[in-house]
């Protein structure tokens, strides 16, 4: 299923303070920089329309959140719904996330990671191209903070298993840890809005879980 025409942005909305380049970040990028407050500070990986991000940050006005995607169009269709909400405590950062993890955001300062449903790269050729590679989730449990949460939701069966072979052999990350499908109580009660088409299409979602531990080892 291909995605859908964004509808229109209004053009007096200003962005500004919700939409970022990932280059103008500052370094190192933490809610104290990013917010001007020390609250704890949740990553979102290809934030698309914003479902998520919108939200996650007005149900929990005490955690900071920050989106990325790659994408141009779609961040600024994220940043224009927070700024439609005046959503204080979250931003959109138009970039590649692999890049805004290994250059941006220091040693344990993340509570949590949240990954729904990236790009699967179909073509054999292009599997390099997911962002669940090596080098990614080590920066991933790198950022986190001791109990930290990492949350990968796919639609793909294949790619769901690659992950969580490639968080075992790479990670000390402790899961995976099942999440249970919880029942929507609305028409926008989903995390993304590709879930929702999933769920609506009776598709299967594989969701997963895990935590870096306060002594960065896996009990066994």
Same mark, same amino acid.
């Given at each position: ?34 917010? &001007? /407050?020390? *609250?704890?500070?949740? @990553?979102?990986? #290809?934030?698309?329309?914003? !479902? %998520? ?31 439609? &909400? /005046?959503? *204080?405590?979250?931003? @959109?950062?138009? #970039?590649?996330?692999?890049? !805004? %993890? ?119």
């Amino acid at each position: 299923m291909g995605r859908r025409a964004l509808r229109k942005i209004n053009p007096d909305l200003d962005l500004s303070t919700w939409l970022l380049e990932l280059d103008e970040l500052p370094q190192p990028t933490s809610s104290v920089t990013l917010f &001007g /407050q020390s *609250t704890p500070l949740e @990553v979102e990986v #290809g934030s698309g329309k914003g !479902l %998520f991000l919108r939200t996650v940050s007005a149900q929990d006005r005490q955690r900071c959140f920050l989106g990325s995607e790659i994408a141009r169009k779609y961040a600024r269709f994220a940043a224009a719904s927070l700024a439609s &909400g /005046q959503c *204080t405590n979250a931003k @959109v950062v138009i #970039g590649d996330a692999a890049r !805004l %993890f290994a250059e941006r955001l220091p040693d344990d300062s993340v509570a949590a990671v949240h990954i729904y449903f990236p790009d699967p790269w179909w073509k054999k050729r292009h599997r390099k191209r997911r962002i669940m590679r090596e080098s990614f989730v080590r920066d991933v449990e790198r950022v986190l903070e001791p109990g930290g949460s990492l949350h990968f939701w796919t639609d793909v069966a294949d790619y769901f298993q690659e992950s969580l072979e490639t968080l075992a052999t790479c990670t000390q990350l402790e899961g995976p840890r099942l999440v249970a499908e919880s029942p929507a109580l609305h028409n926008l009660d989903y995390r993304t809005h590709f879930e929702r088409r999933m769920r609506q299409h009776h598709e299967q979602v594989f969701r997963s879980e895990f935590r870096k531990l306060a002594n960065g080892l896996k009990s066994h």
